[in-house]
Antibody, heavy 120, light 109 residues
């Protein structure tokens, strides 16, 4: 069974950065993209970015270009997403999810989510 | 960016059939995927490529597309179906390319 296990909740200040991890088990993820999707309180889902773990190439929504950094650690099968220059509007639940490299149109497995709270 | 519009809420009595719509310009040329999100939980894929279902999703869930509207149909509604539902497309001309609908709160009466 493929699982995505995310890191715990984070509380941070405006202007700071936050780093969230997503550990994959049950699959080497050589045939999938890893994506990051966020959900502000009471709001809908918003796609942020994706990484190809095999090659490290990345693709971002323009809104997050320059603020999001992603990485993949092959030794631990873990994806990382760092969001910098945080504002109060970045308070949200952050999900990692995956899509097939060949069939990248939808997301079949999701992590449990990581709550990020930006507070002064 | 591409916009997918869903009704904010839909309510249906148990045992009946529910339809949740997703409207978007030229959605007929897209493939539409649907997710269920129960309170406090992560989204779960319920249909993809309009009407395909992942393993574990009952055949009470089906998707369809006609004109500028995609529809998720839930037959024989159960209390456990109560959740928020989101449609989603991948549109190469949009930024972001992965677009989610506005979401529908589905209530079982």
């Amino acid at each position: 069974q493929v699982l995505l296990l995310q890191s715990g909740p984070e509380v941070t200040k405006p202007g700071a950065s936050v780093k969230v991890s997503c550990k994959a088990s049950g699959d080497r993820f050589t045939t999938h993209y890893v994506h990051w999707v966020r959900q502000a309180p009471g709001q809908g889902l918003e796609w942020m970015a994706r990484i190809n773990p095999s090659h490290g190439d990345t693709y971002f929504a323009q809104k997050f270009q320059g603020r999001v950094t992603m990485a993949w650690d092959t030794s631990t099968n873990t994806a990382y997403m760092q969001l910098s220059r945080l504002t109060f509007d970045d308070t949200a639940m952050y999900y990692c999810t995956r899509s097939s490299l060949r069939d990248w149109y939808y997301f079949d497995i999701w992590g449990q989510g990581t709550q990020v709270t930006v507070s002064s | 960016s591409y916009v997918l519009t869903q009704p904010p809420s839909v309510s249906v009595a148990p045992g009946n059939t529910a339809s949740i719509t997703c409207g978007g310009e030229n959605i007929g040329s897209e493939t539409v995927h649907w997710y269920r999100q129960r309170p406090g939980q992560a989204p779960v894929l319920v249909t993809y490529y309009d009407d395909a279902r992942p393993s574990g999703i009952p055949d009470r869930f089906s998707g369809s597309r006609s004109g500028n509207t995609a529809t998720l149909t839930i037959t024989r509604v159960e209390a456990g179906d109560e959740a928020d539902y989101y449609c989603q497309v991948w549109d190469s001309d949009s930024d972001p390319s992965y677009v989610f609908g506005t979401g529908t709160k589905f209530t079982v009466l």
